[in-house]
């Protein structure tokens, strides 16, 4: 079949990652792959089975959104494409705005909560106006399909989110660290860093010798910085940047997650993977992946007084340390590849 995927930019990172798997797994069961690049200008080098289409454009702000709303009608029109893909809410936005030029079914893969993106409430309300337009979606999660059959009653089949790369080791074995990590990008609306720092520093008073580290790079670094110099927790709140080893993370006696909203959010299941004790919010999928108590704990948005308890509780309770992590690290069998990737096959055979 000839399908065609729809992204803003190509990346090798976050749900970018996941794309290209999904990509991989599609090409060796013998579909024909294009991916429309609606941000960038170049083709990306090392993928000779994907056919790029970049049509990302720099010039007049006035006419680049017409002109590139031409440039994807002329490529939809001269391409006899079987299923388009959009993956995510912008691209899939672009590519219904211009659904009359598809001659195929357009199916929107969702890659993050719709209560909360796009960001501004007029998106939001442009898009469930575009979203009426499409043949279908893909939802990370149940959560997601509800909201939108509970607002517009939209059809979709649901596929979480899938292992990247295995562990078979459970980090719950590895020599600890007095450290508590975090994998986040530096994003304050989203990721909601603050109450991380509350809840941490709170607990630190009572146990002095842990750490925080946070792993990851995004736009609010500074004013991060500045909050930490202001509460004076230098010495024991390091931004660690984007780099970090399997060995180092597994090192952690406790992953936090502090989301105020996620779709399914990779670094938890990243975290679950490798076998550490997790706590996160109950935001968007992780209510998905956790079963509080049994493989992790969940914890209220914008909780920082129960995650003080939390961490509190687990820096005293190795035995439910370790419990909490050898459960979390079963999410290798129920989410691996060669479970999730069938189930891309059998939706994408259904959706002509």
Partial sequence: MKLCFVTENWSETGDGAYLIAILDGLYK???????ILTGDERSPDGYEYIRFYPAGMHGNPFSVTKNKRELLMKLLKSNSFDLILPFG???????????????????????????????SAVLRVIRDVLYKKADGFVFQNKLQQEYFLDRMNLKGVVIPNFILIPSFSCASDAQKERTIACISRLDERQKNLKMLFE??????????????????????????????????????????GDKISDTELEKAEVFVLTSRFEGSPNALIKAMSKGLTCISTNCGGAKELIENGKNGILIDVDDSKTLRDALCYLAENEDMRNKLAKSAFEINQTLSKENILPLWEDAISRMR
């Fill in 89 to 119: 809410c912008y691209p899939g936005m672009r590519i219904l705005a211009v659904k009359n030029a598809c001659s195929c079914p357009v199916w929107v893969v969702l890659r993050n909560d719709p209560e909360f993106m796009p960001k």
């Fill in 29 to 35: 069961n013998g579909h024909d792959l294009s991916v």
């Fill in 199 to 240: 809840g941490f520093i709170e607990f630190s008073k009572s146990y002095p010798e842990y750490s925080l580290k946070v792993y990851g790079e995004g736009p609010d670094r500074e004013k991060l910085e500045a909050y930490i110099k202001e509460k004076g927790n230098e010495w024991n709140i390091k931004l660690m």
